[in-house]
């Protein structure tokens, strides 16, 4: 019998930066921000402002979603452990980041090939450029919007405020 088709993020699950499995599912309802991230990157000031989106808007249903990566000029080496501590102690984060992934090539996340598969980026490629590539998701799981590394967390606002 073929697998069923994912559809919307919440057919997917991912590791947090703790270890536990987590089904997206759980975000049903939500607007997202999915990012991949990076601690020692140009773009890496952008979790303040990814944090103060998630402060922001939370209580209105928005929720932001991190995912380290090490595929950009290897600008997150660090262990899911180093990784938590960096964003809690230099960032304040708090909203869910987990742990490290690929979002091109061979090993790609499933969530990542979805989202990739539903926005592709600049000209039309899927392939992710660098860190801080962002995706916007509606309360249905649907993916609305592909923001390049360089757009300001701030800049997505007013798509946020359209979604809630």
Same mark, same amino acid.
């Given at each position: ?7 919307? /993020? ?7 930066? *703790?270890?536990? &499995?987590?089904? %997206?599912?759980?975000?049903? +309802? $939500? =607007? /997202? ?9 140009? #773009?890496?000031?952008? #979790?303040? +402002? @990814?944090?103060?989106? #998630? ?6 249903? %928005?929720?932001? /979603? ?5 595929? !950009?000029?290897?600008?997150?080496? +660090?262990? &899911? &452990? ?6 809690? @102690?230099? #960032?304040? =984060? ?10 091109? +090539? ?5 969530? !990542?090939?979805? /989202? ?5 980026? !600049? %000209?039309?490629?899927?392939?992710? $450029? ?16 592909? !923001? ?6 701030? *800049?997505?606002?007013?798509?946020? &405020?359209?979604?809630?």
């Amino acid at each position: 019998m073929p697998k069923a088709v994912e559809r919307s /993020l919440y057919d997917f699950s991912a590791y947090s930066i *703790d270890g536990h &499995e987590t089904p %997206l599912a759980q975000y049903r +309802g $939500k =607007v /997202l921000v999915v990012v991949n991230t990076a601690s020692k990157c140009g #773009y890496t000031p952008q #979790y303040a +402002g @990814l944090e103060a989106l #998630y402060l922001q808007y939370k209580d209105r249903g %928005l929720v932001v /979603l991190g995912f380290p990566c090490n595929q !950009f000029g290897a600008q997150e080496p +660090g262990t &899911e &452990e180093e990784i938590a501590q960096f964003c809690e @102690l230099n #960032y304040g =984060v708090n909203f869910p980041i987990f742990a490290k992934i690929d979002v091109n +090539g061979p090993h790609t996340h499933p969530l !990542f090939k979805f /989202l990739k598969s539903e926005k592709s980026g !600049f %000209l039309g490629t899927e392939a992710i $450029k660098w860190n801080f590539t962002k995706f916007l998701l509606d309360r249905e799981g649907n993916v609305v919007k592909r !923001f390049a590394p360089s757009v300001a967390p701030a *800049d997505l606002s007013p798509e946020i &405020e359209r979604l809630l």
